[in-house]
């Protein structure tokens, strides 16, 4: 896998990735686990990631990038628009 954007390093030094699987380019999220399990690597289908303890510090980094994706949140700055 040659793309990959680090999202998140906990204080143990796992490390999870957004990536694309080689197989057919869909984003998925890559952990890298370290210490007692010897820098094992898993490949979690994006919406299994989400779907699983979405309030964990690397689902929150996943979210933060996802919202970068916009420049404006939504119905920030519109009055009575969104009604």
Known sequence: M???????RSPGD????LGRAPSD?????IHQAN??????????????FLRTGANGPEHQA?????ATLVQTPPFAD??????
């Open 35 to 48: 210490g007692p399990f010897g820098s094992a690597i898993s490949f979690i289908a994006l919406r299994d």
């Open 78 to 83: 519109r009055g009575n628009a969104a009604r």
């Open 62 to 66: 996943l979210l933060r990038l996802i």
């Open 14 to 17: 796992d490390i999870w990735y």
């Open 25 to 29: 380019g869909m984003a998925i999220i």
């Open 2 to 8: 040659d793309e990959r954007r680090e999202l998140y």
